[in-house]
Structure formats: structure tokens, C-alpha cells
């Protein structure tokens, strides 16, 4: 596992929009244009969320004509998922706590017990 890549990853991922764009993607290969039209900023704006999609390894691009398709590619999510593997215990464990504790105060105001 590459740390910097996971790092990077993650910094590419901090954005929603580029979130959005990854989630679209999800569904298969879209040109810029089609990635562009649901969201209310310009092109040139999805251009570069793009641009750093593509930098992070993140997303594929190839020419078709005159068009830019983009692809998901997934290898730098596999990669990020295995760096977060040892931390899923630890929060799996915490939300539980909290799963549990959110339980027994909603038993409570059932019953009339204060908190």
C-alpha cells in the first residue's frame, strides 16, 4: 500500500464535488459535458476537479473523436480501502457504544426515567 497514494486519494476526495463526479462515474464512462450538467458551477470549473481526479489516479480519461471520455478507475479506492482496514474495529466498535447508548436513552424517555 502507498501511503502517498492513499494521501492523495484522500485529498482528491475532500472535495464534495469531486465526490459527486466519482459517484457518477460509478455508473459508467461519461464524457465532460455530461459530468458538467448536473452542477451549477462552469465547465471549466469540472475541468478542474477533473483535472485532479485524473492526477490522483482516480479517474481515466480517453479521446474518442473529438470528445474526452472519463472512466472511474477503481484501484485507487482498493488501495485506500485496505490502508483504512485497521481502523474499521476501532470505529465499528465506537458506534456501537453509541448505537447502544442512543438505545437506552430512548428506553428512558419511554418510561418516563430521566437522563
Partial sequence: M?????????QALADPVRRELLALLAGGERTAGELA????ISRPAISRHLRVLRESGLVRVR???R???????PAPLRELDAWLEPYRDL???R???LDTEIARGRRARRNGDPL
Fill in 95 to 97: 458506534l456501537d457504544a
Fill in 37 to 40: 450538467e448536473p452542477f451549477p
Fill in 2 to 10: 502507498c501511503y502517498a497514494c492513499a494521501v492523495q486519494a484522500l
Fill in 63 to 65: 479521446s474518442d473523436g
Fill in 67 to 73: 470528445e474526452r471520455r472519463y472512466a472511474l478507475d
Fill in 91 to 93: 470505529w465499528a466498535h
